[in-house]
T-cell receptor
Framework: GAVVSQHPSRVICKSGTSVKIECRSL??????MFWYRQFPKQSLMLMAT?????????EQGVEKDKFLINHASLTLSTLTVTSAHPEDSSFYIC????????????FGEGSRLTVL | DAKTTQPNSMESNEEEPVHLPCNHS???????IHWYRQLPSQGPEYVIH???SNVNNRMASLAIAEDRKSSTLILHRATLRDAAVYYC?????????????FGKGTKLSVKP
């Protein structure tokens, strides 16, 4: 099946710094990628939809200036957590769908962010 | 978005079949039924999806009720590696965004 890869898988940073997480579709083109956040023992929460070549669409309550999303190519989307604080510590997961497909979503391995 | 209802948790014995139920009484005619599972500290993994007819693949079977208001994911022989949270999700056919809204899912425990 198609592969989505995230990097880094784990990151620890100091409060106030910015962290970038990459999401790559390794063997297919993805015009749309999705970013989710998951707190411990909770379900995934959709943060935003990343569209190649255009601005991301953010879910209600998600600060677009804090969570910067860039989808510069058909195989790469990045999420930058700016001025991170301890409450931003979470498991961030991206997903992508094969272009023109209405079938399955492929998820990355997730990136665990810990803000000290 | 149409919602789904799943039991919070289920237990199974290894090598026995497991039937994971999902209710979706407000499903629309064009909603696909998707199942994903998530192992601890990993991203979700696609299991199966269907629209009206029952579906089989190498991982599982999906049985869809005739009125489509419920479905059941069937793992034919549970293994310890099947212990995960299983999510039943409705997705509009070719939806404008194609995103999936996750509920709480069913946490499946498999006993040796």
């Amino acid at each position: 099946g198609a592969v989505v890869s995230q990097h880094p898988s784990r990151v620890i940073c100091k409060s106030g710094t910015s962290v970038k997480i990459e999401c790559r579709s390794l063997d297919f083109q993805a015009t749309t990628m999705f970013w989710y956040r998951q707190f411990p023992k909770q379900s995934l929460m959709l943060m935003a939809t990343s569209n190649e070549g255009s601005k991301a669409t953010y879910e209600q309550g998600v600060e677009k200036d804090k969570f910067l999303i860039n989808h510069a190519s058909l195989t790469l989307s990045t999420l930058t957590v700016t001025s991170a604080h301890p409450e931003d510590s979470s498991f961030y997961i991206c997903s992508a769908r094969v272009r023109y497909s209405t079938g399955e979503l492929f998820f990355g391995e997730g990136s665990r962010l810990t803000v000290l | 978005d149409a919602k789904t209802t799943q039991p919070n948790s289920m237990e199974s014995n290894e090598e026995e079949p497991v039937h994971l139920p999902c209710n979706h009484s407000t499903i629309s005619g064009t909603d696909y039924i998707h199942w994903y599972r998530q192992l601890p500290s990993q991203g979700p993994e696609y299991v199966i999806h269907g629209l009206t007819s029952n579906v089989n693949n190498r991982m599982a079977s999906l049985a869809i009720a005739e009125d489509r208001k419920s479905s059941t994911l069937i793992l034919h022989r549970a293994t310890l590696r099947d212990a995960a949270v299983y999510y039943c999700i409705l997705s509009p056919r070719g939806g404008s965004q194609g995103n999936l809204i996750f509920g709480k899912g069913t946490k499946l425990s498999v006993k040796p």
